[in-house]
């Protein structure tokens, strides 16, 4: 049923706004995206004349389908996947940078030739107040509070992608990847957080909005959800000493067959038509300066924002999974 009501939209859209169509044929997507992210390609098919076939899977099993094809691609386009992922397989995308480009926040312009940004989501916390009462949490400092010992609530670093995020979050906002200090505060956190470990990310921010802990550390995406879906007894908190903000990315597959439509399906979900949409009627943030953004997202100039040195990152990766599990050994 929401598939249909998002086909009609788009439909509905395309007439309103009388965009001709400028292409023709067909496009292969890959994609690990949500039903809310594929949602705008009935609008793309609308619009370009273009029938898209989708295959859905997650991000791992489309890029090792993608290696096996190499030598006669399928797909035109990845929709979706981290940076980490396409950077470990640049190898299967070409270059293609967007003339839509040049309208995304400067941080988050394609840089590296095969990969576009298009949307982003954040390291937050999300807190029940009711739970709390008068402990304040407005970043992870807060968090060594002794009163909050056994009401956090977080998945683990070394099995979650979110929770490994999150935790190279708080180590550039408490001094850096390769800081004593900051390990430090990861070491006295995980005691606080006292065993409450779970097995999934969306069991954590459940936990805070079922009333199990007072404290989520989570992401912006399904915190956001609740809040646009009328959540009462939740609030997001985006820690004073920062947040980063992670893009998900689309590129083009070297040696697509539709090669001019996985172009114009680039340009496409980074167009202000489209970034309008995700910012206005979804939970992942829009990345074109002057995107619209609904009232249940917080505005990114309101937040202070922290860079990641997604090369560190990336090539440190087992390393910062190993010190954590150390860490967590000794506990």
């Known amino acids: 049923m929401k598939k249909c009501l998002a086909c009609l939209l788009c439909v509905l859209m395309v007439t309103a706004l009388g965009i001709p169509a400028l292409a023709e044929g067909s496009l292969v997507v890959y994609s690990p995206n949500s039903d809310g992210l594929l949602s ?30 190499q030598e006669n691609p399928y797909a035109d386009v990845l929709y979706g996947g ?16 967007s003339p839509e480009d040049v309208n995304l926040l400067p941080e988050h312009q394609n840089k590296v030739g095969y990969a576009t ?9 999300l807190i029940n107040p009711e739970l709390l009462g008068d402990i304040k949490v407005e ?13 956090i609530a977080t998945a683990d670093p070394a099995a979650s992608s979110s929770a490994f995020c999150q935790l190279t979050n708080m180590l550039l906002a408490m001094g850096g990847y390769e800081s004593d200090e900051a390990w430090a505060y990861v070491a006295e956190l995980f005691k606080n957080i006292d065993g409450k470990i779970l097995g999934s990310s969306s069991a954590v921010h459940k936990g805070v909005v079922n009333g199990e802990y007072a404290v989520a550390l989570t992401y912006e995406d399904p915190s956001a959800t609740y809040i646009k ?14 947040t980063v903000f992670l893009a998900a990315q689309a590129g083009v597959v070297k040696g697509a067959k539709n090669l001019e439509n996985a172009k114009k399906f680039v340009d496409f979900v980074i167009s202000q038509q489209v970034q309008d949409i995700y910012g206005t009627t979804l939970t992942n943030r829009p990345l074109r300066n002057g995107a619209k953004l609904g009232t249940y997202m917080k505005p990114m100039e309101e937040i202070r924002l922290i860079f990641e040195d997604s090369d560190y990152v990336i090539s440190h990766k087992q390393e910062i999974v190993d010190r954590f599990t150390e860490i967590i050994s000794d506990l």
């Open 82 to 97: 981290a940076m980490a992922q396409f950077a470990a397989n640049k190898d299967l995308f070409q270059d293609y940078v």
């Open 139 to 151: 970043g992870y400092a807060d968090l060594l509070n002794p009163a909050l010992k056994g009401k």
């Open 40 to 69: 705008v390609i009935p609008l793309f098919e609308e619009q370009y004349g273009v029938k898209v076939e989708i295959i859905s899977a997650g991000t791992g099993d489309l890029m090792k389908r993608l290696q096996s094809e």
């Open 229 to 242: 879906d009328g959540a009462t007894n939740v609030q997001i908190v985006y820690p004073v000493e920062g």
């Open 117 to 125: 940004n298009y949307v982003a989501d954040g390291s937050v916390l």
